[in-house]
């Protein structure tokens, strides 16, 4: 399990128009959003990806990059990207699976087409969504078993807000006995 105010796994990933991503590199002010999705195959995804697209001048504002990533390759994000009429956010592809375990991705297997008639690929990882600080310390993590009831990028949005003003601490942060 990943633990707030401890460095999280590195990630380097393609992107389809940014070139390579890599978080320890990402020179972002406040930190890094990562917004791990199913796939192509999975309409909850784009609806998910169709609303941080609309928030990534919010985070900018706030100093925060953005990237969604999945285990797909370059040809189903870039589907991706356009059945969203992306052209803010950044997408990242090649999520290797062993990757996404380290992040504490749940893996699901196919169970052949979805409901839009797209091929699940034969392995993939379920959603995660990260905000880690420049220093690559988790800030925030919540994963997902399901494709359904994600957090909200407005309230995540809200968040960083009172999280700025108030120089609030990333929590959870306690290994100790209990």
């Not at 393609?14 to 320890?24: E, I, K, N, S």
């Not at 990806?49 to 990059?65: C, N, Q, W």
């Not at 356009?82 to 052209?87: G, V």
């Not at 991705?105 to 008639?117: M, P």
Request: proline content about 6%; hydrophobic content about 35%; overall charge negative.
């Amino acid at each position: 399990m990943l633990m707030p105010r401890q460095k999280t796994p590195d990630l380097s990933v393609p992107t389809l128009d940014h070139g390579q991503f890599d978080l320890a590199t990402d020179g972002s002010e406040k930190g890094t959003v990562i917004c791990f999705y199913r796939g192509l195959h999975c309409p909850i995804c784009a609806t998910y990806l169709t609303e941080l697209e609309k928030r990534v001048d919010d985070f900018a504002e706030r100093g925060v990059k953005t990237l969604a990533l999945s285990t797909d390759g370059e040809e189903r994000t870039r589907d991706m990207a356009d059945k969203i009429s992306a052209t803010k956010l950044r997408f990242g592809y090649d999520l290797p699976l062993e990757k996404a375990r380290e992040w504490g991705l749940y893996i699901s297997t196919s169970r052949g087409k979805t409901s839009i008639g797209i091929e699940e690929p034969a392995l993939f990882a379920e959603p995660g969504l990260f905000m880690v600080t420049p220093q690559q310390t988790l800030y925030y993590g919540s994963v997902q078993t399901m494709p359904f009831v994600r957090p909200h990028f407005s309230e995540l949005v809200g968040a960083l807000d009172f999280a700025i003003a108030n120089n609030y601490p990333a929590r959870g942060e306690y290994e100790g006995a209990v």
